[in-house]
């Protein structure tokens, strides 16, 4: 008698935790605190009373049971561990056509033994998880056979539902046990965000006036540098913002022995973790541009663009993409005159990550196709940077010697071994990801020194934060802005709008696309 109670409660546990877990922030990992699943609840009311009636639990009806609870067990492990991992909610809609994207990303930078090590150790705990939740079905099946047993799951399983619709009628009634969120309001969840996507009207508000003569910067090369994964985190987090110390030292020097200066801000970015190019198209537009749906509606507009703007007054619009390989419908929406994607740049060096080309090769062949040449219209580039892409790992070295940059072997032997030998931490982001920021900020100070006769205003942001496992919980959507110029005028009126001297901003001064016409403005 006693282990058959054993068993019945073992099982109803195991059954519980599967639904009822939480993560162990900020990592994959998962802990069950004593919470109460209401669906177990529910469907052992169900299957109670089909017992009661008469009716069996039969062998067809718990391998049902059993597949439809692994589906809500996968349901629950996305719904606690997207937000510990990659900082908001997930939504099925718009992340699901991402996948292929992401596993061809993580394929590429992770050993083969190790993707197929992941692969295999994926299936087997999935196989593994249906067996125990079926063992622990067919023990309920046979439960509710029993008059007994089926009276005490009856009875508990009615005393659940009736605490949990107490407590969601009050929080101050009932206040123990305290329930999990239930699963299926999850999967209710996903359900309304397709189907507003797919009924709602993407309206696209107007476009911002465009229309200034850009006088402060006439004759001026003017950069938007969209530094990947850029986030406020690199100030508000004390062990990245002291890793970065010294690049950020760096860059201060070269912007001051180039007898240019700097003003920094915070802006919101429209996106958080990922999807850079709702925070490109947020500030070349000026519009907030914060789903894909809204995305694609713009796409399908004739709008007016900061590439346009710039093109209008005489400027060469560049969009300098090493992330590119395939087409870009984008450039045509944006009206650059130029794009060098992958193909075009040619790095025939040592790759790093998915996207292969360092940043500083990037900035090497623009210098080469467009900067350096002479009796040329000024450049508007656009350049959102690479190389601190998830997941950070390898770091291209910093090559001080940029001619070298062009050559098959850029970099001395050591320090490929150095980049290519550093193991992955796939708990711990945060070294790896302040070093590739790092590496990112020690390039630009580089080129401001190689270029250091030039007439740059160059804005350099970031298009997002970084992942909720380097960001932190609770972590803001803020991004770090700033504008290095030999321009007064400029950098004047931007500290009228809440910008400050040097590389530490002191507050947010608005979202993405406000900053558009603060640039502007400032360019007039």
Known sequence: MATQIASLVAALLLLDASLAFENVWPTP???????????????????????????????RVVRWVSALWVLLVLGRYADVTAPALYGRDVNLYWDLRFVPDVVKMVTTVTRAGLVLGALVGTVAALALLYV?????????GRAVADRRERTALLVASVAAIVV???????????????????VTAAYARQARFALTALTASAYVPPSPSMTGDLAAVRGADVFVVFVEAYGAVTYTRPEIASALAPARASLAAAVRDTDRRVVSAFVESPTFGGSSWL???????GIEVKDPDRNARL????????????????????ALMPGLRIGWPEGAFYGFDEIYGAERLAYHGPEFGWFAIPDEYSLQRLDALEVSKSDRPP??????????????NPIPPYQPDWTRMTDPHPYDGPSIVKAYGREMDWVNFTPVYADAIAYDLTTIAGYLRLRANRDFVMVVLGDHQ???????AHASWNVPVHVIANRG????????????????????????????????????
């Open 29 to 59: 990992a998962i802990t069950w605190t004593g919470e109460l699943s209401v669906e177990l609840a529910v469907v052992v009311l169900v299957l109670a009373i089909v017992g009661a009636s008469g009716g069996r639990v039969g062998r």
């Open 132 to 140: 125990l939740v079926w063992i622990a079905w067919r023990r309920i």
């Open 164 to 182: 949990f619709t107490a407590q969601q009628a009050s929080e101050h009634l009932l206040q123990h046990p305290r329930f999990a969120a239930p």
């Open 279 to 285: 925070a490109h198209i947020s500030l070349l537009s």
């Open 299 to 318: 796409m399908t507009e004739r709008r007016d663009t900061l590439p346009r703007a710039f093109g209008r007054r005489g400027f060469r619009t560049v």
């Open 379 to 392: 450049l508007f580039v656009f350049f959102p940077t690479i190389s601190t892409h998830f997941p950070f």
């Open 466 to 472: 970084p992942a909720a496992a380097v960001s932190g």
């Open 489 to 524: 005028s400029v950098l004047e009126k931007l500290r009228a709008d809440g910008f400050v001297d040097g590389l530490a901003p002191a507050r947010a001064i608005g979202k993405m696309n406000e900053l558009t016409p603060m640039l502007l403005s400032a360019f007039q």
